[in-house]
């Protein structure tokens, strides 16, 4: 990225964290200076293993971390343009920047639609209004308004994803923060999926950061990726450079530069050494 | 019909109508255990603090009057003035309300997401605490209360209950106290009213998902704080509604508070989670021990209505743990 494209896209950040720190219980150290951008309408990927802190991350930003006894103690959060570490979850909802959890928590003895409608908590524009974006969900998800009338902890997890999606949705917001969408899911459903979250994106301009494990798939739809490691960006870059990466490659994404080989060769010191230099 | 029928009768109408007083109470367990996850102990306490709430704006008692009188040496106790009963209720609303806000506040605010066992531990101190409040507020003497609920039995059901019996035999008619009518008619509408609230309102739908998934409810935009003080207030209310049924059925006095510990034995029976089943459950305890007290008491020696509801609910937990309407976890993986 040149210097200029750069610039442009400082200034058109929907969502900038700069070198937040998170401390969980007042002792647990999770984030260790965490910072990224996503520019206003973009999709960013937020990739690394189990606890490398893709989860606290996104709820430092939705400020979810609190009611965990978590806490941003270093560094600030921009949201279009303020500062949003002191916000609570609703306000910041209010505000257009929702957060999607990772294991879909759908509101179980809730219907379909009922679970979406809760979307629309923070709203004060009117029935009508909501109404209409109710028909935009389905219209998005139409396996959902077959499944309208239907208790959400009978539905499958592909819809349960979907209406953990639709409910975001439904607060109109500007930035979602969607949290391992792919989670026990099909791999052709996460397709789907994707597609979807692809064409929200492009139609409604909601930005997006998404949270993956699956770091194949995250690159293939986001336009730039962070890698985070214990709870550090080791790496970031526009997906494209990511995705050939030799580093990415091997550890991310599975495929060997020099074809098969056995991990007994591989030397743990090396990995480490190569990420934290 | 029989004089032995008549009786049967007598005892599961008189039976019901207990049962509503005790789905009262435990109607406002279910609210706060659904909404919250918190098993209030003091709601028990909180309907008397109500009632006694009550009594004293009706009767235009100066509150702390006591405490006033003592450090300042004064002798005033009384307003002097009577308030229309329908002043005193909502007066004493806005009281519950008030103080449903004051104890989120000052305590379950610092106790987000802390063990159940804590959060309980909260509430047994805040009965312990309202207790003491309440007679420091109102006095701990016995009080009256009369909002001019009819009560007493009625001699229009005497008569035709009368002329129902045997030719000859020496059946005196059904007494069933209008009070307890009153108090059924109420549970009824109250029963439906927050049924309505819950299922119709973006409110209510707000507190079912609340009590589904707490963090997803904040994920959504949900304040889980301003969602407790809502509940707590209609647990509030509800509790003011029981203390007027209890207060002016038996006065108003300490061993009101004590009416929760009938509330357990219907939870158990019904679910902590549902509403219906808390109303089932009451009816069922409340005819069950007439009954038992009628057909069996006479074998053992009589006073098992004072026990009866604890084994009911003791045999399901042994085999039907969550209750009749207990909502059934659904999980899939």
């Given amino acids: 990225m040149t210097d200029a494209a750069l610039a442009t896209k400082e200034a058109e950040a929907i969502l900038s964290v700069n070198n937040i720190e998170v401390i969980y219980n007042h002792v647990i150290l999770v984030l260790k200076g965490v910072s990224l951008s996503v520019p206003r309408g973009g999709i960013v990927a937020l990739l690394g293993a189990n606890g490398a802190g893709k989860t606290t991350t996104l709820k430092a930003i939705s400020n979810l971390l609190r009611a965990e006894r978590g806490e941003v103690t270093k560094g600030g959060i921009e949201f279009d343009g303020e500062q949003v570490e002191a916000s609570s979850p609703s306000d910041l909802v209010r505000r257009g920047c929702i957060q999607v959890m990772e294991g879909r928590h759908c509101f179980g003895h809730l219907t379909i639609e009922e679970n979406l409608m809760t979307g629309a908590f923070t709203r004060r524009d009117g029935a009508a209004n909501v109404r209409r974006d109710l028909e935009m969900v389905y219209d998005y998800f139409p396996r959902l308004k077959e499944r309208r009338g239907s208790m959400a902890g009978y539905t499958s997890g592909g819809e349960q994803q979907m209406t953990a999606i639709g409910r975001a949705l439904m607060s109109r917001p500007k930035m979602v923060l969607l949290d391992e969408p792919s989670m026990g899911l099909a791999p052709q459903l996460v397709e789907e999926i994707f597609e979807i979250v692809k064409k929200l994106n492009e139609e409604q301009g909601v930005s997006l950061l998404l949270a993956e494990q699956n770091t194949n798939i995250a690159l293939r739809y986001a336009k730039y990726g962070y890698i985070l490691e214990s709870g550090r960006v080791v790496m970031d870059g526009e997906a494209k450079s990511l995705r050939e990466n030799e580093d990415v490659k091997e550890f991310y994404l599975g495929i060997g530069g020099e074809g098969r080989r056995s991990f007994k060769n591989v030397k743990h010191y090396k990995r480490r050494k190569r990420w934290l230099a | ?333």
């Fill in chain 2, 1 to 333: 019909m029989s004089p032995a029928f008549l009786y049967f009768l007598e005892t599961v109408l008189n039976g019901l109508m207990t049962g509503v007083m005790y789905s009262l109470v435990a109607l406002g367990f279910v609210l706060i255990f659904k909404a919250s996850g918190i098993f209030n102990f003091a709601q028990g306490v909180m309907a008397l603090f109500a009632a006694l709430t009550l009594v004293g704006l009706q009767t235009g008692q100066v509150p702390f009057s006591h405490l006033i009188n003592a450090i300042f040496g004064t002798d005033f106790h009384q307003f002097g003035w009577t308030l229309p009963a329908f002043v005193a209720v909502i007066g004493t609303l806005v009281v519950m309300i008030v103080f449903a806000y004051l104890f989120e506040k000052l305590v379950l605010k610092h106790l987000i997401n802390q063990e159940p066992i804590i959060l309980f531990m909260a509430t047994i101190g805040l009965a312990y605490f309202l207790e003491g409040f309440g007679d420091l507020m109102w006095g701990a003497d016995i009080k009256a209360l009369d909002i001019g609920i009819p009560s007493g039995g009625s001699f229009w059901l005497e008569d035709v209950t009368r002329e129902w019996a045997a030719e000859g035999s020496d059946y005196f008619g059904m007494y069933i106290d209008k009070l307890d009518v009153v108090a059924a008619l109420v549970a009824v509408v109250l029963v439906l009213l927050l049924m309505l609230f819950s299922q119709y309102t973006a409110t209510g739908r707000a507190l079912r998902a609340v009590a589904d998934d707490h963090q997803a409810a904040m994920s959504v935009g949900i304040s889980l704080r301003n969602i407790w003080v809502i509940v707590w207030s209609i647990a509030g209310f509800v509790a003011l509604v029981a203390g007027i049924m209890w207060g002016a059925k038996s006065g108003v006095q300490f061993s009101l508070s004590l009416i929760a510990l009938k509330a357990l034995p219907v939870l158990i029976l019904g679910g902590f989670t549902s509403i219906p089943g808390a109303i089932v459950g009451g009816l069922i305890i409340g005819v069950g021990e007439k009954l038992a007290e009628l057909y069996v008491g006479p074998f053992v020696g009589g006073a098992i209505e004072n026990w009866f509801a604890y084994v009911v609910a003791l045999v399901f937990l042994l085999f039907r743990p969550q209750g009749l309407f207990g909502e059934k976890i659904i999980e899939r993986v």
